[in-house]
């Protein structure tokens, strides 16, 4: 992971640190080897000074703008809340900053539309934030997908649940944009990478599980089928009523066979008692998706020192959402829907 | 299964000894203990002799009708292409016998409710043929579910995978109703066997891995989502293209935890190679479902000779059909449908 | 499994009808097409009249001398308790009638000497039970180590563990041979049927679960290590207390991979609530076995019916036998002992 | 893993720089938040110099004792050849350095015994590595057993497979103490944290797979049962020839079930194709154990950083290879040896 060779380093400066953020922060500034955090911005003082204080980090602001334009930072990485991503990362395009932004990149089309000119007007490196690409079951299945291990991928399957519900702040499709877009964003992505661009979507969705949730405008199950512009097809499952743990799915049907990514269980420890084989379960996305935080940081990093072209552009974080903002539609107007491109 | 107070026989014909009528000769004839194979009917004079030969049958006959009139036979079970389960089961009736019908009961609403009318004129004892609901797994979930295992099952999910491509003959959509009907019907029995009634359908499908389907005007692959009368979710995939093997994989996701039934491994040998695992899959549906269809056998001849309802309906098999008929019009049309009921 | 050819049947006459008796009499009569059980014998009345009733069986006798000097009687099939296996094969030798023994042959080597000379003096057909090289686990493991998939095997591992204690007048070394005989043998014998001859046995045991089996003489685990003719390696470790179910594995280490054949979930249902996935196990050996009892007795009968040479004869049951005395000597003494042989 | 008030770190220097030491020297310097690798030695200079210039570490030598003599350590982990763990801990005992050593301590009883004398003698702070205990699946099963989910356990195995041959030199039991000591020490090592002392132990074992290890005098495979004072069982199987991949299993079984620890499935993707379904292995122990050395290390560090008594004494890594010694004269003898203690 940190080869000898990887003398130069990236000054990188955080902003965000919240649940994620505080990982991100480990990641750049011990996991990696490329990688210097010198500098943290978060709205919440004492976060700041919280990882300013663990990981030695020489500055620290609640003001983004003062870390995006101080001189030790060559890079940002954007872990804020969605709402904040097209001024952030306006703020890094006007400085000439090369950005790293987590997904979804906005709720709204017009915000990715502002976040796509900008970043294209200035010409900054950008690169989107879709982890699941650097997991490592994920980046095999792509790998043996190329070798034709299945022959042609026809049918792309793919299933989140998340373990437990949300706070309702938090699910609020304000601020969201709705569990659909919040929770399908990867497999959209996923649909994408794996099979190509989606021309239709329909969906189901329901407050089944969480009737708090359906009082701030949410559902917490959704099923959504998709149409690729081949003329394969998708099903996409989200439910935030996963209760047994995290678990995510994608399998990947082709004319040769089939290739399936995922797995629930955490420890490897079998319990067996008097007629029962018990196992524990991945308990949320930091768990199962560790590994790949930590890689699409270290490839974010190295192909900013190296000049290399993002692998996930902001293009793909615009059709994602295109995909995320049609499968809401549809869930909303019970019709099947294009998806523009 | 074979309880030794057993003393009563049913005395069966069968009708139909194709590829699944021969497991059911063999099963009536020596697996089931109260069952007497008494009479067998096919087109095929070879294959009535054959069977009469192999099982000690004392009368084979190429006219489904001498078989129902036969004073030696008190129960008929109708194996026969789907196109003749009307006059099968009106000649039946006629004569007083107790049916049981492989699934579907029909490929037109049609034609169901004229097998509907007959069997309700007459009165006979009619049972619908849905093995699933005797396989051990699928019989497992139901039991659970209802001990509360799940708290509130909220949404379903099915799916179909055959290992091969049917012949084109047998594809047709004239007799075989198309795929969504000619596979699905098991997944939209087990769906409103679990969940409750479906209201709406939406539908996707295409010709994605053998274009000769397309040719006869069928599909390969297809999904299909469902909004149960509750308000609750399902959602259904099938495909022609497997591959690896016959896999059937239902989950019932619920309020306190999830339900899965499926497993692909068909002999319990795993070989370990230089880096790889392997284990084989589960060839077809006579391996995967043996024993859930003689316990069906059985518990027909059971329900018979006991004077007990059938457990699955003549409506069971109008109303999946109607959701199959329903799921078949959304694919052709792109538009939600709603099941009539 | 029942070929439409097999017209010949055998006329079998089964003596003893416990547990496993009555399976092999389900067998027998129903799901085996080439065989015909004509007669039944058990020191308990009550329970021949329950299995003739059953199954139609025109002959039922307290007295096994008078059902194998039955004429209607070609072959005899035993499943007496082990004492009386020398007595039952030697009548059945003076009527050269053909034998289906089960295992073990006997517990002691004098008495298994005494039953195959009885054979060999006599030239009655006579089959060996050792159910598990009928499983198609083991079967397929068989042909894939013939098939060079692992290379040579050169370890042999093997675990038996029954899920509760037997009663202790079962266990009663006097009549069973001790616990390393009465479980051990069916690993022996694969050893052998694997790997070749055993040359040396260690072993140690223990009453550690169950005080009350130590009280007659019995242990409760054991770990028997051996040391083939050939110089490669086997180990067999035994319990009791196998309490979560009944878990048969066995492992061949081989130059290129390694062969694993066993399970232990028994329905295919996985039942996932908070932080838990589970599933059930495999009762006991009527449900693990119960494909490779039906086969092996198929087997016999194809056999006798074909006058092929039975695939396991008295000399697999003297030397199975060789071992487990060998080993039980080992544990006792604490020494290495030599297979004699 | 890193917590937020790990504010006082360990200067540690690391002696031994070969696989698993460049491992050590990356989690010291950027895995674990309270440690800081400030010196490196090596006999060989390029190696010192590379991990030097990667991990920034200050100070770099071919000479352990200028290591441990250094001002700016305070103390020393040592992943040296086995041979120099005397020398090593001698002189860090001699500077009053805090220790922490990679096993097996030493392959001789005598030096051994030199070792605990002189960390005695001296007072210093000595933990011993055996990283499987800092595994989460292994530490699991410890506190499952402590909260009695199994009762008392009564029969402990393990199984550790290699997935290819050691080199020669390696393997040469004058430097490696032989296989059963190799390979078996974490083995006994787990024998005796789950289940107490040993007794006594018997042992096979053979040159089966790689004739050019016989040529140095080492063998293959080894089986090695285990007599615990308690009248407990265990059973430790070793092979070199695990091909398929690194496998490393322990079970417990109990008087009210079992635990089982260990997987052989690397990454979370399966490969599906025609009647086969396969998966990857774990490749080797870095792969397995990663979690595990950080853990223990990071365990070192807070216990030296906070006065704690080590988990793992001087007297374990003595205790252990005992067994592994007693185990290797009963391989060579085939007598039972009985364990000194």
Redesign the interface.
Known sequence: M?G?T??AKLNVGLIGVGRLGRIYA?DLS??I?CTRLVAVADVDRSAVD?IT??FDVPFGTTNPEDLISHPSVDAVVIVTPTSTHRAVTEAAAASGKAVFCEKPLSISLDEASAIKHAVERSGIFFQMGFMRRF???FA??KQ?LGEG??GEA??F?STS?DPFRPSVEYADPRSSGGMILDMGIHDFDLARWFMGEVA?V?????V??YPELGAVGDID???I???FTS?????V?L?R?????YDIITEL?????????????E???????????????V?YFMERFAQAYTAQLENFAQNVLHGRQPPITVDDGVQALRIAVAATRAQHT???VEVES
């Open positions: 940190t000898s990887a003398r480990r011990t996991r080897a919280e204080g663990e997991d490592r079951g095999a299945a043996r291990a299945i026809v049918v399957k649940r239709t329909q969906a189901i969705g329901g089944l599980a199950n959704a099923i089928s998709l149409v003329g394969r097809l998708g099903v499952d439910t009523n996963g209760i047994y743990g049907l082709g004319t040769q066979g089939t290739l399936r990514v995922g797995y629930i269980r420890t490897p420890l079998l319990i067996m008692t008097k007629g029962v084989v018990a196992h524990d379960t308990p019970g019709q099947r």
